[in-house]
Protein backbone atom coordinates (compact mmCIF):
# COMPACT_ATOMS: atom_id res chain seq x y z
CA UNK A 1 0.00 0.00 0.00
CA UNK A 2 1.64 3.34 -1.22
CA UNK A 3 1.52 6.54 1.41
CA UNK A 4 -0.28 9.53 0.86
CA UNK A 5 2.09 12.15 -0.70
CA UNK A 6 2.26 15.61 0.75
CA UNK A 7 0.18 18.79 -0.44
CA UNK A 8 0.89 22.53 0.09
CA UNK A 9 -2.09 24.50 1.73
CA UNK A 10 -3.77 27.25 -0.88
CA UNK A 11 -3.24 30.97 0.06
CA UNK A 12 -6.19 33.42 -0.25
CA UNK A 13 -4.90 37.11 -1.44
CA UNK A 14 -5.84 39.73 0.73
CA UNK A 15 -5.51 43.53 0.95
CA UNK A 16 -2.42 44.70 2.66
CA UNK A 17 -2.50 47.09 5.47
CA UNK A 18 -0.65 50.07 3.21
CA UNK A 19 -3.59 50.09 1.04
CA UNK A 20 -1.32 48.74 -2.02
CA UNK A 21 -3.44 47.62 -5.59
CA UNK A 22 -4.85 44.62 -5.11
CA UNK A 23 -3.17 42.69 -8.10
CA UNK A 24 0.00 43.70 -6.43
CA UNK A 25 -0.86 42.50 -3.20
CA UNK A 26 -1.88 39.22 -5.02
CA UNK A 27 1.08 39.01 -6.81
CA UNK A 28 2.98 39.76 -3.75
CA UNK A 29 0.84 37.36 -1.29
CA UNK A 30 1.62 34.44 -4.04
CA UNK A 31 5.45 35.22 -4.02
CA UNK A 32 5.21 34.98 0.02
CA UNK A 33 3.22 31.42 -0.12
CA UNK A 34 5.11 30.20 -2.95
CA UNK A 35 8.78 31.23 -0.71
CA UNK A 36 7.16 29.85 2.52
CA UNK A 37 6.35 26.30 0.80
CA UNK A 38 9.69 25.90 -0.93
CA UNK A 39 10.72 26.36 2.63
CA UNK A 40 8.33 23.87 3.91
CA UNK A 41 8.94 21.36 1.62
CA UNK A 42 13.34 21.52 2.45
CA UNK A 43 12.40 21.24 6.04
CA UNK A 44 10.14 18.30 5.34
CA UNK A 45 11.36 16.18 2.33
CA UNK A 46 8.67 13.99 1.92
CA UNK A 47 9.76 10.30 3.14
CA UNK A 48 11.19 7.69 0.73
CA UNK A 49 8.77 5.02 -0.53
CA UNK A 50 8.19 1.78 1.70
CA UNK A 51 10.49 -0.96 0.33
CA UNK A 52 8.32 -3.86 -0.50
CA UNK A 53 8.86 -6.84 1.50
CA UNK A 54 10.64 -9.88 -0.11
CA UNK A 55 9.09 -13.31 0.16
CA UNK A 56 11.11 -16.32 1.39
CA UNK A 57 12.22 -18.57 -1.53
CA UNK A 58 9.55 -21.21 -2.13
CA UNK A 59 10.79 -24.49 -0.71
CA UNK A 60 11.14 -27.23 -3.79
CA UNK A 61 7.54 -29.05 -4.48
CA UNK A 62 9.71 -32.82 -4.41
CA UNK A 63 12.12 -32.27 -1.99
CA UNK A 64 15.38 -35.00 -2.96
CA UNK A 65 14.89 -38.65 -1.89
CA UNK A 66 17.77 -40.17 -0.16
CA UNK A 67 18.51 -43.84 -0.84
CA UNK A 68 18.21 -45.85 2.27
CA UNK A 69 21.44 -47.56 3.54
CA UNK A 70 21.63 -51.33 1.93
CA UNK A 71 22.79 -53.84 4.25
CA UNK A 72 26.62 -54.49 4.02
CA UNK A 73 26.01 -58.33 2.94
CA UNK A 74 23.62 -56.43 -0.59
CA UNK A 75 26.53 -54.48 -1.50
CA UNK A 76 29.67 -57.03 -0.09
CA UNK A 77 28.48 -59.40 -3.36
CA UNK A 78 29.87 -62.81 -2.38
CA UNK A 79 32.83 -64.91 -2.95
CA UNK A 80 32.61 -68.40 -4.01
CA UNK A 81 34.55 -71.23 -1.78
CA UNK A 82 34.99 -74.61 -0.83
CA UNK A 83 34.52 -74.95 2.66
CA UNK A 84 36.86 -78.11 3.95
CA UNK A 85 35.46 -79.50 7.23
CA UNK A 86 37.74 -78.86 10.30
CA UNK A 87 37.61 -80.32 13.49
CA UNK A 88 35.17 -78.77 16.10
CA UNK A 89 33.53 -79.13 19.81
CA UNK A 90 29.81 -78.93 18.79
CA UNK A 91 26.52 -78.64 21.02
CA UNK A 92 23.01 -79.51 19.30
CA UNK A 93 20.45 -77.17 20.82
CA UNK A 94 16.59 -75.38 19.91
CA UNK A 95 15.48 -72.08 20.39
CA UNK A 96 12.87 -69.87 19.81
CA UNK A 97 13.25 -66.80 17.59
CA UNK A 98 13.18 -64.23 19.91
CA UNK A 99 15.73 -65.60 22.15
CA UNK A 100 17.95 -66.89 18.86
CA UNK A 101 21.16 -64.40 20.23
CA UNK A 102 21.31 -65.24 23.36
CA UNK A 103 20.87 -68.91 22.81
CA UNK A 104 24.07 -69.32 20.53
CA UNK A 105 26.02 -66.96 22.69
CA UNK A 106 25.50 -68.97 25.61
CA UNK A 107 25.68 -72.30 23.70
CA UNK A 108 29.22 -71.27 22.53
CA UNK A 109 30.66 -70.21 25.97
CA UNK A 110 30.04 -72.80 27.07
CA UNK A 111 32.06 -74.37 24.64
CA UNK A 112 34.99 -72.37 24.84
CA UNK A 113 35.03 -73.18 28.34
CA UNK A 114 34.62 -76.42 27.88
CA UNK A 115 37.69 -76.87 25.11
CA UNK A 116 39.37 -75.18 27.86
CA UNK A 117 38.73 -77.28 30.51
CA UNK A 118 40.06 -80.00 28.20
CA UNK A 119 43.13 -78.42 27.59
CA UNK A 120 42.23 -78.51 23.79
CA UNK A 121 44.06 -76.22 21.42
CA UNK A 122 41.59 -73.63 19.76
CA UNK A 123 41.88 -73.03 15.69
CA UNK A 124 39.26 -70.49 14.16
CA UNK A 125 35.95 -68.73 15.06
CA UNK A 126 33.32 -69.79 16.60
CA UNK A 127 30.16 -70.58 14.33
CA UNK A 128 26.49 -71.60 14.87
CA UNK A 129 25.29 -74.65 12.13
CA UNK A 130 21.36 -74.08 11.34
CA UNK A 131 19.67 -77.21 10.44
CA UNK A 132 15.83 -76.58 10.58
CA UNK A 133 13.51 -73.78 11.15
CA UNK A 134 9.52 -73.22 11.67
CA UNK A 135 7.53 -69.90 12.72
CA UNK A 136 7.98 -71.08 16.39
CA UNK A 137 12.36 -71.73 16.22
CA UNK A 138 15.55 -73.06 15.22
CA UNK A 139 17.82 -76.24 15.27
CA UNK A 140 20.86 -75.02 15.73
CA UNK A 141 24.76 -76.81 15.96
CA UNK A 142 26.67 -74.44 17.89
CA UNK A 143 30.66 -75.16 17.04
CA UNK A 144 34.24 -74.07 18.28
CA UNK A 145 36.93 -75.49 15.72
CA UNK A 146 39.75 -77.12 17.10
CA UNK A 147 43.50 -76.99 15.51
CA UNK A 148 43.30 -81.26 15.88
CA UNK A 149 40.62 -83.55 16.65
CA UNK A 150 40.69 -84.57 20.39
CA UNK A 151 41.81 -88.32 21.29
CA UNK A 152 39.76 -91.09 21.38
CA UNK A 153 38.33 -91.60 24.77
CA UNK A 154 37.65 -87.99 25.92
CA UNK A 155 34.77 -87.17 28.22
CA UNK A 156 33.03 -84.23 27.38
CA UNK A 157 30.49 -81.99 29.51
CA UNK A 158 26.50 -82.83 29.01
CA UNK A 159 25.23 -82.14 25.20
CA UNK A 160 28.93 -81.32 23.58
CA UNK A 161 30.83 -84.04 21.23
CA UNK A 162 33.45 -83.89 18.72
CA UNK A 163 33.02 -83.99 14.97
CA UNK A 164 33.49 -82.10 11.85
CA UNK A 165 32.09 -78.79 10.79
CA UNK A 166 30.10 -79.08 7.43
CA UNK A 167 31.60 -77.85 4.12
CA UNK A 168 30.76 -78.57 0.41
CA UNK A 169 30.04 -75.47 -2.21
CA UNK A 170 29.30 -72.39 -0.90
CA UNK A 171 29.02 -68.68 -1.36
CA UNK A 172 30.34 -66.45 1.68
CA UNK A 173 29.15 -62.92 2.63
CA UNK A 174 30.33 -60.57 4.59
CA UNK A 175 28.31 -58.80 7.54
CA UNK A 176 28.74 -55.69 9.94
CA UNK A 177 25.43 -54.83 12.12
CA UNK A 178 22.90 -56.23 15.16
CA UNK A 179 22.11 -59.59 15.13
CA UNK A 180 18.50 -58.61 15.88
CA UNK A 181 18.58 -57.10 11.89
CA UNK A 182 20.54 -59.52 10.13
CA UNK A 183 17.10 -61.34 8.74
CA UNK A 184 17.42 -58.19 6.51
CA UNK A 185 20.74 -59.45 4.66
CA UNK A 186 19.36 -62.37 4.52
CA UNK A 187 16.52 -60.91 2.24
CA UNK A 188 19.26 -59.28 0.13
CA UNK A 189 21.51 -62.56 0.22
CA UNK A 190 18.06 -64.37 -1.30
CA UNK A 191 17.53 -61.68 -3.96
CA UNK A 192 21.46 -62.31 -5.00
CA UNK A 193 21.26 -65.87 -5.15
CA UNK A 194 18.07 -65.77 -7.68
CA UNK A 195 19.81 -62.53 -9.41
CA UNK A 196 22.89 -65.25 -10.25
CA UNK A 197 20.84 -68.16 -10.57
CA UNK A 198 22.37 -70.42 -7.68
CA UNK A 199 19.98 -72.90 -5.41
CA UNK A 200 20.97 -73.36 -1.83
CA UNK A 201 20.61 -76.51 -0.40
CA UNK A 202 19.13 -75.58 2.66
CA UNK A 203 22.00 -75.27 5.30
CA UNK A 204 24.01 -72.37 6.10
CA UNK A 205 26.47 -70.93 8.70
CA UNK A 206 27.22 -68.09 10.67
CA UNK A 207 30.95 -67.51 11.60
CA UNK A 208 31.25 -65.09 14.17
CA UNK A 209 34.56 -62.51 14.15
CA UNK A 210 33.13 -60.63 16.94
CA UNK A 211 29.60 -61.46 18.57
CA UNK A 212 28.25 -59.03 21.27
CA UNK A 213 26.55 -59.54 24.74
CA UNK A 214 23.01 -58.26 23.54
CA UNK A 215 21.09 -58.92 19.79
CA UNK A 216 20.72 -55.31 19.49
CA UNK A 217 24.11 -54.26 19.68
CA UNK A 218 25.76 -53.43 16.08
CA UNK A 219 29.01 -54.05 16.98
CA UNK A 220 29.01 -58.11 15.58
CA UNK A 221 31.17 -59.04 12.78
CA UNK A 222 30.44 -61.98 10.90
CA UNK A 223 30.44 -64.28 7.44
CA UNK A 224 27.42 -65.73 6.54
CA UNK A 225 27.98 -69.08 4.64
CA UNK A 226 25.32 -70.67 2.36
CA UNK A 227 25.83 -73.79 1.40
CA UNK A 228 25.37 -74.72 -2.58
CA UNK A 229 23.77 -77.34 -5.09
Known amino acids: MSL ?26 SSIALSCAIVLAQQNPAPPPAAAPV ?20 TAGGEMKEIVPQPVLRFRGQSPWDEAHVSIRKAIDGLEAEAKRLGLARQGNPMAHFIDSDDLGF ?29 GRSVIFPYEGANDEIDNAYEALTAWLDDKGLVSTG ?19 AKIIIFLK
Open 4 to 29: PGVRAKGFVPVLTAAGQPFARSIILA
Open 55 to 74: APPAAPANPPVTDAPKPQAE
Open 139 to 167: TFEAMVPLAAAPEPGKAFGEGIDATLSPG
Open 203 to 221: RYLEEYENLPERGDDPGMK
